[in-house]
């Protein structure tokens, strides 16, 4: 059996290498390193595949969050709500911008916020809500946006684990992900479902006004050369990232496709297992039962493939699958809340029970474009004999 990664950048890169490596090398002999053609022509070419009228390409993922909130002028003291289940960046930039981050419990199924605490939590001050596609699976948007439309809030989704995943609307409408708040953002962190070979991150917004000031911050806050408007900041993904990224986004979807056979095939040999929780992979609209993947509606990517495990010791279950050579991840092991960093004395453990529950059941298995049936036998059996034994 191949050993077994968490994720597998070297098999993908060996499908695609001459094609990378070409790209790469053609961008070394032009010395257009900064803002050359590869970085429009991936601009233009995310845009398409999104269907979003624009992409303004940046550093990484975490800068793309806080330029967006820059870009909408969210002002110090602003409140911003967003989910305490997720990466710390999200809640970073809220605090680094001395805007209040304003944390709010996920909804046990889909690991992402739950529409009913963000309701409880807007106050007078509430600007913003960040609901983060966790995991790879679409937040419920309808909700969200309803709930943003009646007061008047923006919406900024972090798309960084939702790349080329989907949203259906209960009206039938499918979107993709990252175009359908006021603004969201993506990182190409290599280990994400798009990713670069360093750091890389984007903004997208359908807004022409934002996309011109978010243009602006990302260089200087320059509109015109050597002319400041606006305090910005220096956020650039450089053209070899972005040659890289072309020769992947048109195998996006197959990346896609092959997480979420991967994900069938874990959900198929864990089935009926106590102690086992598969993820829900239920879009809002599209009709399936727990442990099923919707064939149509693309509503779940698997960026990660998380289990939750109950009546069973997460962390041993963690020791048993690495001494078999088997890696593992808990995202996330501690609730944002109760991060040293983002106490606040407002919060009350009451409110965050999911979270609280989830930082100890959660565990995530290997997931990557390369897995073979073989691996996926030998971790699910390994799995399975630890949580039955
Ligand atoms: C990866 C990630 C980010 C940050 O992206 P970087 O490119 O590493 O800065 C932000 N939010 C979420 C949910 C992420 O998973």
């Not at 080329?164 to 190409?188: P, W």
Request: net charge negative; glycine share 6%.
């Amino acid at each position: 059996m191949k050993k077994i990664q968490m994720v597998d950048l070297k098999g993908q890169y060996e499908q695609i290498q001459e094609q990378v490596d070409s790209s790469v090398l053609n961008v070394i002999h032009s010395t257009a390193f900064i803002n050359g053609p590869e970085v429009h022509s991936f601009q233009k070419e995310l845009e398409d595949y999104l269907n979003v009228k624009h992409v303004i390409p940046c550093a990484n993922g975490t800068d793309a969050l806080q330029i967006a909130m820059m870009g909408l002028g969210l002002q110090p003291g602003d409140e911003v709500i967003t989910a305490d289940f997720t990466f710390a960046a999200t809640v970073e930039v809220i605090a680094l911008l001395q805007l209040t981050p304003v944390l709010v419990d996920v909804e046990p199924d889909s690991f992402n916020i739950d529409p009913e605490a963000i309701k409880k939590a807007i106050t007078p001050k509430t600007k913003a809500i960040v609901p983060v596609h966790l995991f790879g699976q679409a937040a419920n948007m309808d909700a969200i946006m309803a709930i943003a439309e009646d007061y008047n809030l923006y919406v900024i989704e972090d798309n960084a684990q939702g790349i080329g995943g989907s949203y259906t609307f209960e009206d039938g409408k499918s979107v993709k992900t990252g175009t359908i708040g006021h603004v969201a953002s993506t990182s190409f962190f290599p280990s994400k479902n798009l990713g670069c070979y360093g750091d890389g991150g984007a903004i997208f917004t359908n807004d022409d006004e934002l996309a011109h000031i978010i243009r602006g911050v990302v260089n200087h806050g320059m509109y015109k050369r050597y002319h400041h408007d606006v305090v910005g900041v220096n956020s650039r993904l450089d053209s070899i990232q972005a040659a890289v990224l072309r020769a992947k986004l048109p195998n996006l979807d197959r990346y896609n496709d092959a997480r979420r056979t991967a994900a069938r095939k874990y959900n198929k040999a864990f089935e009926g297992i106590k102690n086992i929780i598969t993820p829900s992979a239920k879009g809002n609209t599209c009709d399936v039962s727990q442990g099923k993947i919707c064939n149509t509606c693309n509503c779940h990517v698997f960026h990660q493939y998380t289990l939750r495990v109950i009546n069973t010791d997460r962390d041993a279950l963690v020791k048993h699958l690495n001494d078999n050579a088997i890696p593992c991840g808990v995202y996330y092991p501690i609730p944002l809340h109760s991060q040293k960093a983002y106490q606040d004395s407002r919060y009350n453990e009451a409110d965050f029970p999911v979270t609280n529950q989830l930082v100890t059941e959660v565990i995530s298995l290997p997931m990557h474009t390369e897995l073979d049936n073989e691996q996926i036998d030998f971790i699910t059996k390994t799995v399975i004999d630890f949580v039955t034994k």
